[in-house]
Every structure is written in structure tokens, then in C-alpha cells.
């Protein structure tokens, strides 16, 4: 029923008094104001035709993010038309994240959630982890056979060295022990790998340097001359 907009009158049946009578209007009839501009609509009718359909297509939206964040909704009567209810039951079915994992337990620097679902940001590093750190590259034997690398993130404690020309010249380190320099050779039979032997020296630690971002390492020198050659590194944490 619209807003009584005019008033009639007409005498009662004992014709002794006026009696008022407010007509019913069709919405469709009466137009709105619409001061702030908020519908397209100009009558009653067509602005709550407008809610409507503004409502209905909200709460679509809102059932369309809900199941793509693996929510669930629930249709009571089933008529296709979830209430207000329905749509935050299904806004709490959200899981908001799984796990126990905290900051020191993910690398630094990714994003991740837990059972909470706040977002966090790991702090972790290899060496919190339980893991070792690993660099690798090529490097020039100098003129005294050695070969020497710097700018590593980490002191390295297992060193290899191999002759990119002969694969079979190698050095082999680490701290703790004395220095491996030498060559695989052949003892015969039919050639294969495991018929192959390391021969060389053992050196004291004195003639490597182990420094907190690198080294400088002998490769061998009885075969052939080295220097000059390109040798591949492998040094581990």
C-alpha cells in the first residue's frame, strides 16, 4: 500500500457525518523522489523490483565465493534462494588453513598459513633445517696448480676437484682430515670403472687454505700440464 498522498470524503449511510476514505494506489502509479539517485526506477513498484534483483544477485555473488573457497551451503526449503543465514553458515563452513607449521619451520622469505588462518611469513634457513648448503663452478688452475675460489655464503667443509680435461685427476678434502690429490688408473681386465684405482699423496693441511667464503686447493700435476686447464668445483657446508 502506497503512501496516502490525498484523502476523499463521502457522507456515511445514516447521512448524519463525512467519513474518510484513503484510496488504494498501485505502486506502479506512484512515483519516488529518489533525492540521493539511487535507483533507476521512477515509481514505487519499479524501485523495489530494483532491490530485488539487486538482493538476489548480491546473494549469488556471495554463494559463488563461498563454494569457490571450498565452502558449503545449505538450502533449507530448497527453493534456490539461500537466506541471509544460510550464506554466513556457509561463509563459516571457509577452512581457513591446515597445519601446525610456524615461522622457523618454513624458508624464509615464503608465504603460508596454519590452523589459524593468518597469513605468515617463514624465517627459516637451510642450517635451521637440518640441511647443508652446496655451491658449485669452474675455475682456472693457476700457475702454481691451484685452484682458488672465493665469494661463497658459507665456509666449506668437503671440497672436490676435478680436471675437466682428464675426469680422472681429481682433489678431495675436508677439514678434518689431510688433503687427497691424484688419479684413477687403469689395472686391466676389461677397462670398466671398477677395474679403476686412485693413485696419488696425501698432503698436510698446511698447503690448502679453507677461508669463511671460500678456498684454495692443488690439483694434481703428473698428468700432463694442468695449468691453465678449467676445474670443476663442488664445496659443501
Not at 505502486?27 to 519499479?46: H, K, P, R, Y
Not at 598459513?113 to 642450517?127: E, F, K, M, P, Q
Not at 672465493?150 to 680436471?163: D, N, Q, V, Y
Amino acid at each position: 500500500m502506497s503512501a496516502i498522498n490525498f484523502q476523499m470524503q463521502q457522507r456515511n449511510a445514516a447521512n448524519t457525518a463525512w467519513d474518510d476514505l484513503n484510496p488504494k494506489t498501485l505502486g506502479a502509479n506512484v512515483a519516488i523522489a529518489d533525492s540521493n539517485e539511487q535507483f533507476t526506477a521512477t515509481t514505487v513498484e519499479g524501485a523495489l523490483s530494483e532491490l530485488f534483483t539487486n538482493a538476489s544477485s548480491g546473494k549469488a555473488l556471495i554463494k559463488t565465493a563461498i563454494t569457490g573457497k571450498g565452502g558449503t551451503l545449505s538450502d533449507a526449503n530448497g527453493d534456490g534462494i539461500y537466506t541471509h543465514q544460510e550464506l554466513a553458515n556457509g561463509v563459516n563452513s571457509i577452512k581457513q588453513g591446515g597445519g601446525n607449521a610456524v615461522e622457523t619451520d618454513v624458508v624464509s622469505g615464503k608465504i603460508f598459513t596454519n590452523a589459524d588462518g593468518v597469513l605468515r611469513t617463514g624465517s627459516a634457513t637451510i642450517t635451521s633445517l637440518g640441511g647443508k648448503r652446496f655451491a658449485s663452478g669452474s675455475v682456472v688452475v693457476d700457475s702454481h696448480y691451484y685452484a682458488n675460489v672465493t665469494g661463497l655464503s658459507f665456509t666449506p667443509k668437503i671440497i672436490i676437484l676435478m680436471l675437466q680435461s682428464n675426469p680422472d685427476c681429481f682433489t678431495i678434502v675436508n677439514q678434518y682430515s689431510a688433503l687427497f690429490t691424484g688419479n684413477l688408473i687403469n689395472l686391466g681386465g676389461d677397462g670398466g670403472e671398477e677395474n679403476k684405482r686412485a693413485i696419488g699423496s696425501t698432503f698436510n693441511m698446511e698447503v690448502i687454505s679453507l677461508t669463511s667464503n671460500g678456498f684454495n686447493l692443488p690439483i694434481v700435476k703428473n698428468y700432463g700440464n694442468s695449468v691453465g686447464s678449467l676445474v670443476d668445483w663442488w664445496a659443501f657446508d
